[in-house]
């Protein structure tokens, strides 16, 4: 999806994105908090989620402090670039999103209630911006697995526009779309807040609560 925002930021178009490279940035094997691994193969009974809802070292923690997530990473989605590093998803010209990948055990804990955190977790009505966050890789984003994700996140939508509009906040500007490509970020962005504390976390809601399915 490809919209201009409040803010006039755009999304390249894919003749215009950088070239990137062939070989994948350098990750760790585990991940700093919970052991797991941060990389597939993961276990049969896990499934994976995606999600964009401004910088990815908030975003990254509030997931892996949920029950019946198995393993998370951050990196890149949403663009064309391959395997893009920090610095190049920063200028905008990838047309990457920072995201959190999400390895979780759907029997303990349902896809839903994974969008309740993602949407009570951030503003999704800000365009290519959270908060003081600017930029096309900041903006509010889903990036489904399969049909099934793909109608619980756009019922999920519809549900949170209803509560939002209801207290006077605008449009949702949420990017719905399938996964195409998962790129790890850096090592040193991966669990960043694991590591430090007491480090940058630009992560806020509205304080609105998303009714679950």
Same mark, same amino acid.
Request: glycine share 12%.
């Given at each position: 999806?490809?919209?201009?925002?409040?803010?006039?930021?755009?999304?390249?178009?894919?003749?215009?994105?950088?070239?990137?490279?062939?070989?994948?940035?350098?990750?760790?094997?585990?991940?700093?908090?919970?052991?797991?691994?941060?990389?597939?193969?993961?276990?049969?009974?896990?499934?994976?989620?995606?999600?964009?809802?401004?910088?990815?070292?908030?975003?990254?923690?509030?997931?892996?402090?949920?029950?019946?997530?198995?393993?998370?990473?951050?990196?890149?989605?949403?663009?064309?670039?391959?395997?893009?590093?920090?610095?190049?998803?920063?200028?905008?010209?990838?047309?990457?999103?920072?995201?959190?990948?999400?390895?979780?055990?759907?029997?303990?804990?349902?896809?839903?209630?994974?969008?309740?955190?993602?949407?009570?977790?951030?503003?999704?009505?800000?365009?290519?911006?959270?908060?003081?966050?600017?930029?096309? =890789?900041?903006?509010?984003?889903?990036?489904?697995? $399969? @049909?099934?994700?793909?109608?619980? %996140?756009?019922? &999920?939508?519809?549900? +949170? =526009?209803?509560?939002?509009?209801?207290?006077?906040? $605008? @449009?949702?500007?949420?990017?719905? %779309?399938?996964? &195409?490509?998962?790129? +790890?970020?850096?090592?040193?962005?991966?669990?960043?807040? $694991?590591?430090?504390?007491?480090?940058?976390?630009?992560?806020?809601?509205?304080?609105?609560?998303?009714?679950?399915?």
């Amino acid at each position: 999806m490809s919209f201009r925002d409040p803010l006039g930021l755009q999304l390249p178009e894919e003749g215009s994105t950088l070239p990137g490279r062939e070989n994948a940035i350098m990750t760790p094997e585990l991940h700093y908090v919970l052991g797991t691994p941060i990389c597939p193969p993961f276990p049969e009974d896990v499934e994976l989620a995606v999600f964009g809802l401004g910088c990815f070292w908030g975003a990254e923690r509030a997931f892996w402090q949920l029950n019946g997530v198995h393993s998370t990473a951050v990196g890149y989605a949403g663009g064309h670039t391959p395997n893009p590093t920090y610095q190049e998803v920063c200028t905008g010209m990838t047309g990457h999103n920072e995201v959190v990948l999400v390895a979780f055990h759907p029997s303990t804990i349902r896809y839903s209630e994974l969008l309740k955190v993602f949407w009570e977790s951030h503003d999704p009505t800000q365009g290519m911006r959270q908060g003081n966050d600017i930029g096309t =890789q900041y903006r509010s984003g889903i990036y489904w697995y $399969g @049909e099934d994700q793909m109608n619980e %996140a756009a019922q &999920s939508q519809k549900r +949170y =526009q209803s509560e939002l509009t209801n207290i006077g906040f $605008g @449009e949702i500007t949420t990017e719905i %779309a399938p996964i &195409s490509d998962f790129y +790890y970020a850096e090592e040193y962005h991966q669990q960043y807040l $694991g590591k430090n504390p007491n480090g940058y976390c630009g992560l806020g809601g509205v304080g609105v609560e998303c009714p679950l399915l």
